[in-house]
């Protein structure tokens, strides 16, 4: 339906109501869990040491829970990974459409990605499907790969629930004022007066008569 704009109308502007961001607790999944995973990694590292010529070693424990300094940088990785998916859904709520659906759609990937694998090394570990593998280089026990998987299953309801944290602001427009609207003043053309222009005709008319 196209609206016509006459001269004698008068533009208005106007206003859709707005959409507050409503606080989810469900979109503080993803920032807290990434920090949590940083923290300990660094509190692993900090604990055992890190040497980029022995990754593998030492092998050590803290809270009971076995790792390398390899394990503690993978750690540490999928905390940043967290981080960047939460921060790239903030950006979805973006004014601007193409770039907020672009910044949600990387962040529910990021997440997506990051979560499965953790899930995924979880299962491997449980399973004990290369024990011997992983104890060399990650020395990880079933522990750990219980943590890995409930760590990756919080952070895949982050990204399940990402696109539900997106509110947008719709930004006002302007219209022309129809008669029909009683909340906006129009100014439209005065009708014609009948008598006038019969005077106007008899005068015509005369004139030509003469």
């Known amino acids: 339906m196209t609206t016509t704009w006459h001269p004698w109308q008068r533009l208005h502007l106007v206003r859709p109501r707005s959409f507050t961001p409503r606080l989810n607790p469900l979109q503080a999944i993803s920032p807290a869990l990434g920090v949590l995973a940083i923290l300990a990694g660094l509190v692993a590292i900090g604990h055992s040491g890190f040497h980029a010529e022995h990754v593998y070693d030492p092998h050590d424990a803290l809270a009971g829970l076995h790792y390398t300094p390899l394990f503690a940088a993978c750690i540490m990785g999928f905390g940043v990974a967290m981080l960047l998916g939460a921060e790239l859904v903030r950006l979805g709520r973006s004014r601007i459409r193409l770039f907020g659906d672009i910044a949600l759609g990387l962040g529910t990937v990021v997440l997506t990605a990051a979560s499965s ?10 399973a004990d499907l290369w024990p011997g593998q992983l104890q060399h280089a990650l020395n990880v026990d079933h522990a750990g790969g219980v943590i890995s998987i409930i ?4 952070g895949l309801l982050a990204a399940i629930t990402a696109p539900l944290t997106v509110r947008r602001q719709p930004t006002p427009a302007l219209a022309a004022a129809t008669p029909d609207d009683p909340t906006t003043p129009t100014r439209t053309r005065p009708a014609p007066d009948a008598t006038s222009e019969r005077e106007h005709r008899e005068e015509r ?6």
Not at 117 to 126: M, N, R, T
Not at 151 to 154: D, F, I, Q, S
């Open 117 to 126: 694998a953790a899930i995924g090394f979880g299962s491997v570990v449980v």
């Open 151 to 154: 760590a990756g299953a919080v």
């Open 205 to 210: 008319e005369e004139k030509e008569a003469s």
